[in-house]
């Protein structure tokens, strides 16, 4: 080995940061899922994206919140509860 011990400790931080972030990606991609939208009588007549801004939009009733994504296509990521 050329590198000798400095550069094997560099590698084991280097792998222990990098499998630390990849679970934390992993674990963040399926818990933050989509919440479902409920079946009452806002959601049942409302099917297409600028009816659903109508409410969820930024002047609407109920507005997406600040992070949510820049996103217009809602049914490709919500489904009907
Ligand atoms: C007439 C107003 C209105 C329309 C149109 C509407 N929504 Fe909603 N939506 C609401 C309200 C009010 C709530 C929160 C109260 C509730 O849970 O019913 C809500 C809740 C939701 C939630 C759940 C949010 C949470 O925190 O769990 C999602 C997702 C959602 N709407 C998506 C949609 C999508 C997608 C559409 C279009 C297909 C849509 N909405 C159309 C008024 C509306
Ligand atoms: C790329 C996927 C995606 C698309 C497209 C999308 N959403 Fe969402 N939406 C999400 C995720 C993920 C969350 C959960 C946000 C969180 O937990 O921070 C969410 C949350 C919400 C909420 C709950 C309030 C909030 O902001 O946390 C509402 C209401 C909502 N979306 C409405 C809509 C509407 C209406 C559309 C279409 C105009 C839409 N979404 C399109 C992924 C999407």
Redesign the pocket.
Known sequence: MIRGTAGSARLIVFLLVAGGLSVVLVAYTIL????KFPADADHLTASA?DR??EC?GPSGK?P??R???Q????L???ERV
Not at 32 to 35: C, G, Y
Not at 71 to 74: D, T
């Open positions: 933050h899922q989509p919440p994206p659903c801004l969820h109920r997406r919140g992070n949510h994504p996103n217009n296509q809602c490709s990521c919500h």
